[in-house]
Every structure is written in C-alpha cells, then in structure tokens.
C-alpha cells in the first residue's frame, strides 16, 4: 500500500481548488496502481493549485488583430510590473477556409504546449493563450502563429516599466550643486539605486558614507540625486536603477561640470577685441590729430577738407568742384 501525499492545509480554511486537489490525491493511487513506474500526475493539480494561489492576481487582457493581407508581424509592447494573469487573444481574420489554418504559440523561440484555446466565429479565428506572470523569466515576448497559406504572426512583447531621465548632458558648475531625477511612469518600484560609472564600472553611491550626496523622491515614481560641492572630478555618467517584482530597469544620466572660466572665455574674447579697436581708432584719431597741427601739410589737407564740405552740399556745387578739382591737379 502507498503512503498517501500528506495532506498540506487540513488546518488552514480550504478553498475549493485546495479540496478538490485532494479528492484528485487521494484518487490517485488507484491510477498509478496499473503503473507503478509511471511519474504521478501532477499537471493538473499543480495548474489547480496554481489557479487557486494565483487568483487575486490582477488580470490583464490584450489582444492583436491579424489578417491573411498582414505584411508585416503585428507588435504590442506591454508594460508590467508586477506578477498578474494574463489573457493574450490572437483574431485572424481569412476569406480561406478557417479549418486548414494551423495555430501555435511560442514563447520567445519555444513553443508553448498546447494549453490555449481555439474557437471559430464566422470568418475570424481566435486563439487564447493565459499565463500567470510571476517572475521576470516569464517576460519577454509571446507570439502567436496563423500558418496558411503566408505565416502571420502576432507578438506581445512584455517589459518592466522604462525609465525617463534627461536625455541631455546637465551642465553645472564647479562649487554648485545639482539634482538628478529619474521618473517611470505609473511604477512604484521595489527600490531605488544610484551608480556613478568610473570608466564602464559602476560605481553604487553610497549616501550612507558620503554627505555629498543626497537621495530623495516625493513620489514613489521619481528618485532624486542631490550631488553637493560638485567639482570637476564628479562630471561623468551617472545611473538610476529600479527594481521591479518582475525585472529590473536602469538609465544613463550625464553631468558635464565646468569651470567658471569656461563660460566667461567667449567673454573675455569679446573684451579684448573691443579693447583693440577702441585703441586702433584711438591711434588714428591721435595721428589725425597730430597731421592737423603741422601747418606745412595745411595746403593739401584744406583741400582735402574742401572736397568733403562740397560734397554734403550736393550736386549744385558739382561746377564749383570740377573747377577746383582742375585747380588741384595743376
Ligand atoms: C482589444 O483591445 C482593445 C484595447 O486594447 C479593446 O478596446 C478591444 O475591445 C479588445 N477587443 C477584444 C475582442 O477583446
Ligand atoms: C516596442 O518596443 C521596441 C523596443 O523597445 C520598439 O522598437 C518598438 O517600436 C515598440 N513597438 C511599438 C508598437 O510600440
Ligand atoms: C471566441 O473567442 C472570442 C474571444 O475570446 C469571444 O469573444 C467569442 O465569444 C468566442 N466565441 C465562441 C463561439 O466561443
Ligand atoms: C498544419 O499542420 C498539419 C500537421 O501538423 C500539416 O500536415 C499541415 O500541412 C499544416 N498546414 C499548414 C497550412 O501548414
Ligand atoms: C508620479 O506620481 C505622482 C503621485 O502619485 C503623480 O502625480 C505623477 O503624475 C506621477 N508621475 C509619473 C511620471 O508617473
Ligand atoms: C534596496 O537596495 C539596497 C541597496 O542595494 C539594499 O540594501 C536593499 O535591501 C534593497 N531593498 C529591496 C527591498 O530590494
Ligand atoms: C575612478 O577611477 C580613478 C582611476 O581609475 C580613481 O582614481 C578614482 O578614485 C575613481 N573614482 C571613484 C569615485 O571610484
Ligand atoms: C526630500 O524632498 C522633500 C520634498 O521635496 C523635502 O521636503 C525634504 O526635505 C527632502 N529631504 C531631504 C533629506 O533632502
């Protein structure tokens, strides 16, 4: 006689998966008496007690609609974080005749057996195919399969929530401090982290040890990095992460860190040509100046003058100039 398995929840208030997984129990040495070799059964009542441990799950419900005109693989990009059941429907639509089309699942490159449904409604297929999604070895993409004449195929692709930074260096100053945030959108994940990267190690940064740094969100969906005293060693590449039930998620942020120097050099630049041509147009108006004083250049300079007054009065005087032009040149 077989030691029956023990029974694990008499104490505990039974639910009614829980019972009928002993009646299947205690049913079964009468199954394995034929084949004491043969491994037990347990598919069934692990997929019970699975549905009974599982069932205050959240349950998510996504479809993807194909047709035999599809040219390209149908996407839908998911975002979860934490364990749910999920429900993945595939309709396929074909003027072709429904029964000769064949479905199949997989999971990234494995196909999955054949616990999904099928049923035909008029000129569409559905196929549904639930998963109870509870570590991150579970994400990924499923994809489902309509082979007819062409393959379509229709993919859910599965991911913990992303993370949003700056997509732009932040620029700062040496002696300042800044503040780095990093947000997802709807998450509240597990835990927050901050690397610095030194080169393509990183670096955790450890608040506890270090009164630069200070780690603070309001939300549960944003974490900030206060980073104090900053000096040119601090610029560099700095990393949140975020740890989800079912994955994690990181992003890249960069700090660029100048000296005050820098911003004031286009400045100083300015300055300096200003400096020159104040000092060339003083050094002209000085020789100008000097040449005015010297009464032996006078004749040419009066004339030179001359020319000049006749020429504000305009076109009357053109006669008056011509002929003294003739002067000149004589
Ligand atoms: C498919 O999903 C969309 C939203 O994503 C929903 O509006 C629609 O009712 C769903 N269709 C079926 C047949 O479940
Ligand atoms: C899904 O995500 C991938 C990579 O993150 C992206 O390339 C693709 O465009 C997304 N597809 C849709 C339908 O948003
Ligand atoms: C077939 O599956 C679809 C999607 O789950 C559902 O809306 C429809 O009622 C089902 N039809 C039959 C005949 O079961
Ligand atoms: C569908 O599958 C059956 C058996 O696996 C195979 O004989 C048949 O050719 C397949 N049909 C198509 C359209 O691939
Ligand atoms: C973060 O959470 C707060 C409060 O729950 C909300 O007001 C804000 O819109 C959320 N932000 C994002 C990016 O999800
Ligand atoms: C969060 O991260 C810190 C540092 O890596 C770790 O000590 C702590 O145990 C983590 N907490 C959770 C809930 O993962
Ligand atoms: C980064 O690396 C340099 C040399 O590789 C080292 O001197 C410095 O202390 C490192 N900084 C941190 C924060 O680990
Ligand atoms: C964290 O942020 C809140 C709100 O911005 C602020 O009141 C609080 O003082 C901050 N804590 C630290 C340690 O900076």
Redesign the pocket.
């Known amino acids: 006689m077989r030691a029956l398995p023990s029974p694990r929840g008499p104490l505990a208030p039974a639910p009614l998966p829980l019972l009928l997984l002993c009646l299947l129990a205690a049913a079964r040495p009468s199954w394995e008496d034929g084949h004491p070799s043969a491994s037990p059964v347990t598919s069934l009542p692990v997929r019970v007690e699975m549905m009974a441990k599982y069932s205050n799950l959240p349950l998510e419900s996504h479809n993807i609609s194909l047709t035999e005109h599809s040219d390209v693989p149908v996407?839908?990009?998911i975002t979860l974080q934490r364990p749910s059941n999920v429900e993945l429907i595939c309709q396929f639509t074909t003027s072709g005749d429904l029964n000769l089309v064949n479905v199949t699942w997989k999971k990234d490159d494995e196909l999955l057996e054949s616990n999904y449904m099928i049923n035909i409604t008029g000129s569409i297929m559905y196929t549904l195919y639930t998963v109870t999604i509870i570590n991150s070895k579970q994400m990924g993409s499923y994809s489902c399969f309509f082979e007819e004449e062409k393959e379509q195929r229709g993919t859910f692709?599965f991911?913990v929530p992303e993370l949003h930074g700056k997509n732009k260096p932040l620029i700062t100053y040496v002696g300042d401090s800044t503040v780095l945030i990093c947000k997802c959108q709807d998450c509240s994940p597990l835990n927050w982290t901050w690397y610095s990267s030194n080169g393509s190690v990183q670096v955790p940064l450890d608040v506890q040890m270090n009164d630069k740094y200070v780690i603070n969100g309001t939300n549960a969906n944003e974490t900030r990095l206060k980073i104090m005293r900053i000096s040119e060693e601090d610029q560099g590449s700095y990393w949140c992460h975020a740890v989800f039930q079912l994955g994690e998620s990181e992003e890249r942020l960069q700090l660029v860190v100048l000296s005050y120097l820098v911003p004031l050099k286009p400045f100083l630049g300015i300055i300096a040509e200003v400096v020159l041509l104040v000092a060339i147009i003083l050094l002209c108006e000085m020789y100008t100046q000097k040449k005015k004083k010297q009464p032996d250049d006078g004749k040419e300079f009066k004339q030179m003058e001359q020319l000049k007054s006749d020429d504000s009065n305009g076109i009357e005087n053109n006669a008056t100039r011509h002929r003294k032009n003739e002067s000149v040149s004589q």
């Open positions: 996407e839908k990009n692709n991911k």
